[in-house]
């Protein structure tokens, strides 16, 4: 019996990873191209039973690890492994393969979504708690995956030993911010219910803050 059970488990996690690789390139799609309507809909499928939520794409936490772990699959294809690994400085003692750097740089990377989501509580007076709090999470991983595989690609031209490398992967950082400053002021706008002008410095603030943690995140690790 505990091996039959095994068996029906792993049949449903093998089903489950092997449907990322067609609901994963949908869910980046609309999530690049329609990012608003994501990120309404991530919060009203939070409301549904647990079998219904994100039947048709990747749910935003899982949709946001995959995006780390295909990025530095492909970094590791173009450039060898990261540089994180040959650092011993400070905390990146921690960081010895590439498992470790996957962790290190999905609990970046999602600083971005529980920082924007926690500024969009305090922008909208509502209280702070693991319940309010969840939502806006997985909405923000919605608007911030697309920046996070822009950045990504970016930091890998920026390893190749080409100089010219070094401005398609400015263009993307560029292109990266100008979506996400974009996208989060739009959307603070529609949920605090205020002018756009408000909106726009509501999503500077939460660009430049999720910028500090990150830079101070990368420091500790990095030594850089």
């Known amino acids: 019996m505990p091996f039959l059970v095994f068996l029906k488990s792993f049949e449903i996690l093998l089903y489950e990873v092997m449907s990322w690789l067609v609901l994963y390139p949908r ?3 609309r999530s690049g191209r329609y990012p608003l309507q994501m990120m309404k809909r991530s919060e009203h499928e939070l409301e549904l039973p647990v079998p219904e939520q994100f039947k048709d794409v990747v749910s935003p936490p899982i949709f946001l690890l995959l995006t780390v772990v295909a990025s530095h ?3 590791v294809a173009v450039v060898g492994h990261s540089a994180l690994i040959d650092n011993g400085i400070g905390l990146a003692v921690l960081i010895q393969d590439n498992a470790s750097v996957i962790l290190f740089r999905l609990v970046a990377f999602a600083s971005m979504p529980i920082i924007s989501g926690a500024l969009a509580l305090a922008a909208m007076h509502r209280p702070l708690d693991r319940i309010t709090l969840q939502p806006l999470f997985y909405a923000q991983c919605f608007a911030t995956t697309p920046v996070v595989l822009l950045c990504s690609v970016a930091a890998t031209l ?3 030993p080409q100089p010219a490398a070094d401005i398609p992967a400015g263009l993307l950082f560029a292109a990266a911010s100008a979506f996400y400053v974009g996208v989060e002021a739009v959307w603070f706008t529609r ?3 205020r002018g756009p002008v408000i909106g726009i410095l509501w999503a500077v ?3 430049g803050l999720s910028v500090l ?3 101070a995140i990368i420091w500790l690790f990095a030594g850089i």
Do not use: P
Request: glycine share 0%; net charge neutral; no cysteine.
């Open 191 to 193: 949920e605090a219910k």
């Open 213 to 215: 943690v990150l830079a």
């Open 205 to 207: 603030a939460v660009f």
């Open 158 to 160: 920026t390893r190749l």
């Open 27 to 29: 869910t980046l799609w």
């Open 73 to 75: 699959t492909a970094e």
